[in-house]
């Protein structure tokens, strides 16, 4: 049972120019952008680790690189800029923001109680 499904025909259809091409790029081809999105959607759906990727997605090795290529080199930049411009524009734009431990911290003197400093005074 393959777990895709996520992106729909119509969204890789916006995103697809958007991702790096393997014309002029020397080696191998690049293994199928759209199976490789899917690994990393799910992946983070899921909160697995890498190494847990269903082996219907290939090797976790290659969802993981193209993901950090991605985040570094500015593609999931340009990815959500043409998705704004196009769904938020005509008015279909479904938010859903994913936010885990790795990217929201809270400061070390959160953790507790409030502290007469906080308060202004005793803490009653």
């Not at 393959?2 to 002029?24: A, C, F, K, Y």
Request: proline share 4%; net charge positive.
């Amino acid at each position: 049972m393959l777990r895709t499904g996520v992106i729909s025909d119509e969204l890789w259809e916006l995103i697809e120019p958007e991702l790096p091409s393997h014309v002029g790029r020397r080696g191998r081809r690049w293994r199928d952008h759209r199976l490789v999105l899917e690994a990393i959607a799910w992946r983070f759906r899921t909160g697995s680790p890498w190494r847990d990727l269903p082996e219907e997605f290939g090797s976790w090795k290659t969802a993981w690189k193209r993901h950090r290529r991605w985040s570094t080199d500015g593609t999931y930049q340009r990815i959500f800029e043409r998705v704004l411009a196009e769904y938020g524009a005509a008015g279909k734009l479904d938010w859903l923001v994913s936010a885990d431990s790795t990217i929201v911290r809270a400061h070390q003197h959160a953790a507790g109680a409030p502290s007469a400093r906080s308060t202004g005074g005793e803490i009653e």
